[in-house]
């Protein structure tokens, strides 16, 4: 790809994050109420807690960012959209790593903050205005959160899934920022987020073989589909541009439309009215 994706960058303001809320779809009502328990009531939420700080480096970042309101407002969402059995945490913690993890015992997701530097960095190389790179990392942001989320329900809602539980939660952060007006912005920044240079790529550790994820280019080239796959007119360019190959982009049609048709299939009886 000879991309020289400062041209590419399109303006995108802070998601709309009210138009990301998603609700209950009639045509996968019959195969979720086979698949899926339906919950009696909504018991829980996603639950923002304190940022854990290990030293002073991020005080400043994390006041800001609940200033901000930035885990706030996605917990917001995701609490007008789903009915839950139990509580979901969420919260900024500095791991000493630009990472982000659900863990399953504490039913938690922790966000690394660190993962703001680490991010800005990568998105440097790409994008030319400092506001072109805030987006990114603002986007890029949005997708890690979402596909924590995703762990967070496969886990708690037992949601059922063949193949990798990674590429499954990859496809529900996908499929819920780009079902949402403006979303697909993030999930551009996510796909862009993990294109690796294909001099890199050809240089891939053996461990990457053997770990649960896809390779980044992978994850790259599908992320990248799904939004091209859900309106072929509208993201016309990421083809003429290169972002995909076009015997890929050909599926992506198809593969957004069964994504789309599963995921509110299998969380139809947790999507509120
Ligand atoms: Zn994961």
């Keep these: 790809m000879s991309m020289s994706i400062g041209a590419h960058a399109r303006r995108f303001t802070l998601i709309a994050f009210a138009a990301l809320t998603l609700s209950a779809c ?40 609940s200033e901000e309101r930035w885990l706030e407002d996605v917990a917001d969402v995701l609490n007008e959209s789903l009915i839950l059995p139990v509580d979901i945490g969420m919260r900024f913690a500095e791991c000493g790593e630009n990472n982000a993890y659900y863990i399953p015992d504490d039913r938690e997701i922790q966000i690394c903050i660190e993962m703001f530097e680490g991010e800005r960095e990568n998105f440097a190389a790409y994008y ?109 360019n990421l083809l003429e541009d290169e972002w995909l190959t076009e015997d890929r982009a050909e599926q992506c049609p198809a593969e957004f439309e069964r994504l789309s048709t599963s995921w509110y299939a299998l969380l139809d009886a947790h999507l509120k009215e």
Excluded: M
């Design 26 to 65: 009639e045509e996968g009502t019959a195969l979720a109420e086979s698949a899926v328990a339906r919950p009696a009531q909504d018991r829980g939420d996603f639950v923002v807690r304190p940022a854990v700080l290990e030293t002073d480096e991020y005080t400043e970042l994390a006041q800001q960012l």
């Design 128 to 236: 030319e205005t400092e506001e072109e790179i805030e987006d990114a990392v603002n986007g890029s942001f949005l997708f890690t959160v979402f596909h924590e989320v995703g762990h967070a329900l496969v886990d708690v809602l037992e949601i059922p899934f063949t193949g990798r539980e990674e590429d499954t939660v990859d496809s529900l952060a996908a499929w819920w920022l780009i079902d949402g007006d403006e979303g697909e912005q993030s999930a551009i920044a996510g796909a862009l987020s993990f294109y690796t240079d294909p001099e890199e790529a050809a240089d891939v550790d053996e461990s990457e073989f053997a770990g649960e994820h896809s390779l980044s280019q992978q994850r790259y080239y599908t992320l990248t589909c799904l939004v091209y796959g859900s309106d072929t007119e509208k993201y016309a």
